[in-house]
């Protein structure tokens, strides 16, 4: 008996509804919620909750039975498997809050109340997360018109959460004379534009509240107005540090739903474009925070073989940081001649600029004391704050998508999962370390033993097909037409599609109406998560701790805000 | 005993010395900058300034024009006079602090030079036989600085910093005096001349080799002091944005700055005659040759260092003051006390 069966045995009223791809959606009653989320978490054991998001069925071509609906997606103790429920949501009423039972709910509901307006019943601070205070409406909404401009001016004060925060600690910020200091929005270590207001006492941080959204954009917004390929360009936006894999884990998701797989040469590519972006991402994680801890010639060691990666990135796609290189069912063209030697020389130059910045600091005292037990986070706990990528497995759980789940022939490349001890600051930055040496060995089997042949699919209604057919024939010319104009066409369904990201599992929830403009696509950002447990983590330790957690905890505010 | 008779000190003389001192060490803190830049840039694989002028030595020059030219703030809400003052104790106290150090030999200026011909000028501004005191007392004021820098400009970033720096040279001042109490013992006196002639043997004469503990500590204190990585913690832009200097502008910020690189010259001035030998003769090479040297070398030990490590945190820096340096200080006095007893 599966754990669908489980599910439908438990609560009659539920139902299964297919979505794309063999993935199922449990519908069960608002009322249920609870009891289904105990039953999910303690009896099923899904550690995970990944993502919640809600789909306003407004513009859906066909009857719906409610408005708004409500989407949760888990990820099972083995990781192997996820679990979608899904319910309609009553608007007056609201939903059940499942903050008590997975600490990731804290702001996924609080983004899904500011996003759609769907109100969660007993959820402890709900308020907007994304979008500025003094917002009016819900933009994710169907009916919210996006021309409509709004000048935002106030700046919240955030006493409304440190408040209580203090009092629960039995601290008052007049009696114990603490100083409430903002770290960011502008702050040379911040990482991005994001705030944390911190309670200090001396230095150490006694309560720290984080406000973000000052990069919101309305991703998702966007994402709903444009064709699939046009999203392309908004992904690279996301977590811009290795924007390769956000172009892939989009297309990869609408590869999916659509049914198609690429050619084994565009496979290895992607591959290889994948784990060279990990190797950026990290290598700029670990040099910003080690400048961060005034390591500055680590930063040199680190950046000069990134700056020649992008060199190589640049080359390949024409840009630099935002490549925009794939495209629904391949990618815009093949590597170059004498990609190979390039390709070799810049491994050649991480390795080395890895090994001699890992040499300086590895056996420093300085170093170590800087790190080791700074804001340590159980597996328990990172699993509940929904750490995922190197930060879950600095904790010391073994999740890693590409071994667990492999996708594009990553279980017969051989790599090692790398994980840590105790999940402190320490930790996060040695798992970066070593995935760099990973990455490597993975790119090296992949380009030594990558195929020739095709880099895109043959189907012309979802790639574009080459120049010479649309000058020369009749459908080619119809081909290009048909998908310039209208764009590709994805069957009617949702389908939630993840990968590992070089910061965690990135999953895009995309429903599609059958039209070639998504109806909706939602990202599961791991900075995002990474991001609600920073303020808790941080508690206890001194403003100069909080600033490398940051560091070691990668958050980019692309992905994080979109 | 032999007794030189020098000309008498007047005070042109010591003017024109102190005029001299200003001009060197403000151009040598300035070659400083430039020097730091390149070596930084040299360990980590990069150039360094290239642009102004060949190989970027005009660099410094391209800097004075933008800190001389640039707004001077003052931030609405900052106590206005003690804000436009502690710059100023800052470069003051580390220039006052010179003025007993043997910069130059003494010489006398040629009678053909109209108005100050004849005038003898002075090895140092002030020959104090206490020297050794006055200059660490110079520099300890010199926390004045950055300390009511920090308090009167109303910013929480300028409050971090200057307790930090309250509790960073307060501390370390402890141990910078208690290191060269041993070898003020062994010399017995707070003279800088006496503590050259005290190693006029050579080599194996200097004091590093009798107090290398004494050594060690000195210059990790005296990073401290002179706010070097790993303690850079005053004005550390990744923790507490510019500390001290948050809300300085221009020439106000450059002479923080000064005041910083002159003491790390002092520090190494210090150094090099308490501890390697000072100004004599070493083989063939002449004794103002060899201080340069001395002196280059623990100023390019700062640049060392800062290539090399990350820095620490304020409780870690704490930690290593009281519990670590200050019982190694004390341990190492109270050794040398028994051996010139016995």
């Not at chain 1, 608002?30 to 069925?57: F, K, M, Q």
């Not at chain 1, 939903?95 to 996924?108: E, K, N, Q, S």
């Not at chain 2, 004390?330 to 010139?340: A, C, K, L, R, Y």
Request: hydrophobic fraction near 45%; proline fraction near 4%.
């Amino acid at each position: 008996m599966n754990d669908i069966e489980i599910i439908t045995g438990k609560f009659p009223t539920a139902k299964v509804t297919e979505a794309l791809s063999g993935q199922e959606i449990v519908m069960i009653e608002a009322s249920d919620l609870h009891d289904a989320a105990v039953c999910i978490r303690d009896e099923l054991d899904y550690v995970l909750l990944l993502d919640i998001t809600a789909i306003d069925n407004l513009a859906k071509s066909h009857k719906c039975e409610s408005r708004y609906e409500l989407r949760y997606v888990f990820r099972s103790s083995d990781f192997e498997r996820i679990m979608i429920i899904g319910l309609n949501a009553n608007i007056e009423s609201g939903v059940d809050t499942l903050c008590d039972y997975y600490a990731t709910a804290d702001w996924l509901e609080r983004e899904v109340w500011d996003q759609y307006g769907v109100t969660f019943v007993g959820h402890p601070n709900l308020k907007r997360v994304l979008n500025h205070m003094e917002f009016a409406g819900h933009p994710l909404r169907k009916d919210y018109t996006i021309t409509d401009a709004q000048f935002c001016t106030r700046t919240q004060d955030l006493l409304d959460e440190m408040e209580p925060l203090l009092t629960s600690r039995e601290y008052s910020a007049d009696r114990d004379n603490l100083m409430l200091l903002n770290l960011g929005p502008s702050h040379p270590a911040s990482h991005g534009t994001i705030r944390t207001l911190a309670a200090l006492e001396g230095e150490r941080i006694v309560a720290g509240v984080s406000e973000i959204g000052y990069l919101h954009r309305g991703f998702e917004k966007s994402c709903e107005n444009h064709p699939y390929n046009q999203i392309i360009p908004y992904t690279d936006r996301l977590n811009y540090c290795s924007a390769l894999i956000n172009n892939v884990a989009f297309a990869k998701s609408v590869e999916e739903m659509l049914g198609i797989t690429l050619p084994d040469r565009g496979i290895f590519i992607r591959v290889i474009l994948m784990e060279l972006s990990r190797i950026i991402d990290h290598l700029v994680c670990l040099a910003a925070g080690l400048l961060d801890m005034g390591g500055q010639t680590n930063y040199w060691y680190l950046f000069n073989p990134r700056n020649d990666a992008y060199d190589f990135l640049s080359r390949l796609t024409g840009a630099r940081l935002t490549n925009s290189y794939m495209r629904i069912g391949g990618m815009s063209h093949d590597f170059y001649e004498g990609w190979e030697s390039d390709l070799e020389d810049i491994l050649k130059k991480v390795e080395a600029g890895t090994i001699q910045s890992l040499q300086m600091v590895e056996k420093n005292r300085i170093f170590q004391d800087r790190l080791q037990d700074i804001s340590p986070v159980s597996a328990q706990q990172a699993l509940s704050f929904g750490f995922t990528g190197p930060n879950l497995r600095a904790s010391g759980v073994a999740y890693d998508m590409r071994s667990i789940s492999p996708y594009y022939y990553y279980d017969t490349f051989e790599f090692d999962v790398v994980t840590g001890s105790v999940g402190d600051t320490y930790d996060r930055i040695m798992v970066r370390f070593e995935e760099i040496f990973q990455s490597i060995k993975i790119i090296r089997q992949a380009a030594g033993t990558i195929p020739t042949g095709d880099i895109s699919i043959k189907d012309h209604s979802i790639f574009l097909p080459p120049k010479e057919r649309v000058y020369n024939s009749i459908e080619g010319m119809m081909n290009q037409f048909k998908l310039v104009f209208e764009g590709l066409r994805v069957p009617a369904g949702e389908y939630y599609g993840a990968l590992e990201a070089a910061n965690g599992e990135l999953g895009f929830y995309i429903v599609s109406d059958g039209g070639p403009i998504p109806y909706k696509v939602k990202v599961r950002a791991p900075s995002f998560v990474h991001m609600a447990a920073y303020p808790k983590i941080i508690e206890g330790y001194q403003v100069a701790d909080a600033i490398l957690t940051l560091g070691s905890l990668n958050i980019i505010a692309g992905e994080m805000d979109r | 005993m032999e007794v030189t008779v020098l000309p008498e000190v007047t005070w042109l003389g010591v003017v024109i010395k102190a005029v001299i001192i200003l001009a060197i060490i403000s151009a040598i803190a300035g070659f400083g900058t430039y020097l730091e830049r390149k070596v930084l840039a040299f360990m980590q694989r990069r150039l360094g300034p290239m642009h102004v002028g060949p190989y970027g030595l005009l660099q410094i020059l391209a800097d004075g024009i933008k800190l001389f030219t640039k707004e001077d703030i003052v931030p609405q809400n900052a106590n206005k006079l003690i804000f436009q003052v502690a710059p100023a104790i800052t470069a003051a106290t580390a220039f006052i602090a010179l003025s007993a150090v043997p910069v130059f030999p003494d010489f006398t200026i040629p009678e053909f030079i109209p108005l100050l011909g004849g005038t003898f000028v002075p090895s140092m501004a002030a020959d104090l036989n206490i020297g050794v005191l006055f200059i660490l007392g110079m520099m300890a004021a010199g926390l004045y600085g950055p300390l009511l820098a920090g308090m009167a400009q109303a910013n929480k970033w300028g409050i971090l910093g200057s307790a930090r720096t309250a509790i960073q040279f307060l501390s370390y001042e402890v141990v910078t005096g208690l290191s060269i109490l041993a070898p003020i013992m062994l010399v017995g006196s707070l003279s800088l001349i006496e503590f050259n002639d005290y190693q006029a043997g050579g080599i194996g004469s200097w004091m590093m080799w009798q107090q290398p503990v004494a050594l060690i500590l000195f210059l990790i204190a005296g990073f401290a002091e002179t706010n070097r990585t790993p303690f850079d913690l005053l004005e550390h832009e990744a923790e507490v944005v510019s500390g001290y200097a948050t809300e300085y502008s221009g020439m106000r910020w450059g002479m923080f700055f000064i005041g910083e690189y002159a003491n790390m010259i002092t520090i190494s001035v210090l150094a090099a005659v308490i501890f390697a030998g000072g100004y004599n003769d070493l083989g063939f090479l002449a004794g103002w040759f060899v201080i340069i040297l001395k002196i280059a070398f623990f100023f390019f030990l700062m640049l060392w260092v800062r290539a090399a490590w990350p820095h620490v945190r304020p409780d870690q820096l704490m930690w290593l003051c009281w519990k670590v340096l200050m019982p190694i200080a004390v341990i190492n006095v109270v050794i040398t006390g028994f051996v010139m007893m016995a």
